[in-house]
């Protein structure tokens, strides 16, 4: 396991149009460990877990993955994290498993058939493979998206609202994914309005509000 933040955020500002979303935002991820994020609508939860996976450029601010080499390589880091985001960022048109395969082989993981055989199961959408995505259910696009946030293995997940849409099952699902994530010492993000996840073991509770973090 890693010593020390894998994925470490400072001094991220962030700011649209005259309105300062994030202002000067310090945040560390530890392996291990479930992070739980809230805050107000419109407080920036989603801006801060799209900054952090650099989908989304911070106006100054560094990201780093202290923990692991090449720390301050944007395509490293990319390579390390996994993001779930609102939308599935799956291709409709594609099968589950085209979409997946696209991803593995942009991530040039090995084995990948499977690698997404054995993934697929952990979300219980095996038998959905074959399937355009276009057809699926909100609830199942979001169980395949999370198949693919996990498929390259990443050392830190960015969940935003994962639970949205999902059934009973499907969040039982999630739990136990989130529990064996956290005992191989991945570091988790998580943001959600309800209560219907558990997060296992002492997670971290931290309160986004005014573009800074609270306790």
């Known amino acids: 396991m ?28 530890n392996p291990g460990t479930v992070t739980l994020l809230r805050g107000d609508n419109g407080s920036g939860k989603t801006t801060l877990l799209s900054i952090l996976s650099l989908t989304l450029a911070a106006d100054s601010g560094l ?20 993001f779930v985001a609102h939308s599935s960022q799956l291709y409709g048109k594609l099968t589950v498993k085209e979409n997946l395969q696209y991803f593995g082989e942009l991530q040039r993981i090995q084995f990948l058939s499977d690698v997404i055989d054995d993934s697929v199961k952990l979300m219980g959408i095996e038998d959905r493979l074959n399937v355009r995505v276009d057809t699926l259910s909100h609830g199942l696009r979001k169980r395949a998206s999370i ?8 050392d830190v997940l960015l969940l935003d609202e994962p639970d949205s849409g999902l059934d009973s099952k499907s969040i039982s699902m999630l739990e136990l994914l989130i529990e064996d994530l956290t005992k191989v010492g991945k570091a988790l993000l998580i943001t959600s309005h309800g209560n219907t996840l558990r997060f296992g073991k002492d997670p971290v509770f931290a309160f986004l509000h005014e573009g800074k973090l609270t306790k």
């Not at 198949?147 to 990443?154: E, F, K, N, T």
């Open 147 to 154: 198949v693919r946030s996990i498929l390259h293995d990443p």
């Open 2 to 29: 890693h010593i020390g933040p894998i994925l470490k955020a400072r001094s991220i500002v962030k700011s649209f149009g005259r309105i300062r979303v994030l202002d000067g935002l310090d945040i560390s991820l």
């Open 63 to 82: 990201i780093e993955m202290p923990a692991l080499k090449q720390s301050r390589d944007e395509k490293y880091i990319r390579s390390n994290l996994g």
